[in-house]
């Protein structure tokens, strides 16, 4: 406990690197019962807390490779150039995290506990190989660095968890149980890909670009400051499911505007996921923001708050990146 900073800094990066490979309210849940009573515990309050626990979800989350694919299948950009656009993000994540932890750890804000000691002893721990660590990082390598193929990564990590683990009572049952959870839970965006599918061939049709493109014209502009403007001003439309939230009206937007729009794909990819930094950390409507905020004995409204600033800072960053990179 003598030195808070680096114990939240290293809590920030290990839960980036673990949701770079996993996601879900399960793992939000299994995870934070971990994480956020060790930074309560150095001294970090709630609302500081619950942000280094959310901007580490956030940073890990932008690697994903599931969203990789999505990415590079709906906007149909080369590899290179998504990859610089995700990369970019996180090192944006990683600098805003930083600052949240600096700011959040200085002297006045920490505050002291004294810890009663437990009656109970500690549950017998059970005998784990330590290669199971590097699990969540065997998509990501292979994926980004390997070059092989979302399905095949994932694949050799599943195998390589169940070797790690075989030896454990009730190995192949869990195994077999992951499998068709995992089933279970793609289910929704594969139906919501068909959905915008349909959606993208439509406004695609000439007879809806005929009403469309004017519109647009006078909406969306085409030069770099005023996308930087636009953007960075709208980034807090990616709250409560808006038109900016990826996971909201986010993709129809996208849609619409590789439809109708003179911007690069790109470009419309960077502001979608630079305004989507305010959806992964400060949404009221996350599942894992409600959960941290129920744990914490606080409100989503007030992790809304707290971390607004910081987050459309890093949003702004991105815009302002993403515009000249690919707006001329």
């Not at 920030?12 to 515990?41: A, N």
């Not at 038109?243 to 990819?269: D, H």
Request: hydrophobic residues 55%; contains cysteine; charged residues 10%.
């Amino acid at each position: 406990g003598e030195r808070p900073r680096i114990i939240c800094l290293a809590i920030f990066l290990v839960t980036g690197m673990i949701f770079t490979s996993v996601g879900g309210l399960g793992t939000v849940i299994m995870l934070g019962t971990i994480i956020l009573p060790i930074l309560r515990s150095v001294g970090m309050g709630a609302l500081l807390s619950s942000g280094v626990f959310l901007m580490g979800i956030a940073m890990g989350g932008t690697l994903q490779p599931v969203s990789r694919r999505l990415w590079l299948d709906f906007y149909g950009i080369p590899p290179a150039q998504l990859d610089g656009i995700l990369w970019t993000m996180v090192a944006l994540y990683f600098i805003g995290g930083v600052t949240w932890i600096v700011w959040g750890t200085r002297g006045s804000a920490l505050s002291n506990f004294l810890a009663d000691p437990a009656d109970d002893p500690p549950p017998p721990k059970p005998a784990l190989s330590r290669r199971l660590m590097a699990a969540p990082l065997i998509p990501v390598g292979l994926v980004y660095f390997g070059g092989i193929e979302e399905i095949t990564a994932f694949s050799v990590a599943l195998v390589y968890m169940y070797l790690c683990v075989r030896s454990q009572p009730g190995a192949t049952r869990v195994f077999t149980r992951s499998l068709i959870e995992g089933a279970q839970l793609v289910v929704p965006p594969v139906l919501l890909m068909i959905g915008i599918g349909i959606l993208l061939t439509s406004l695609r049709s000439a007879p809806v670009q005929g009403y469309l493109v004017p519109l647009l014209r006078h909406v969306v502009p085409d030069s770099r400051w005023g996308y930087i403007a636009l953007f960075a001003l709208a980034a807090p439309l990616a709250l409560y499911r808006g038109p900016l939230n990826v996971w909201g009206m986010g993709l129809a937007v996208s849609a619409t505007l590789l439809a109708t729009s003179s911007l690069a794909p790109a470009a419309i990819l960077g502001a979608i996921l630079a305004a989507g930094a305010l959806q992964s950390v400060c949404d009221p409507t996350n599942t894992a923001n409600v959960w941290v905020a129920g744990f914490q004995g606080g409100t989503v409204n007030q992790i809304l708050r707290a971390t607004l600033l910081v987050v459309w800072s890093i949003a702004i960053a991105g815009v302002v990146i993403f515009g000249f990179w690919f707006v001329p």
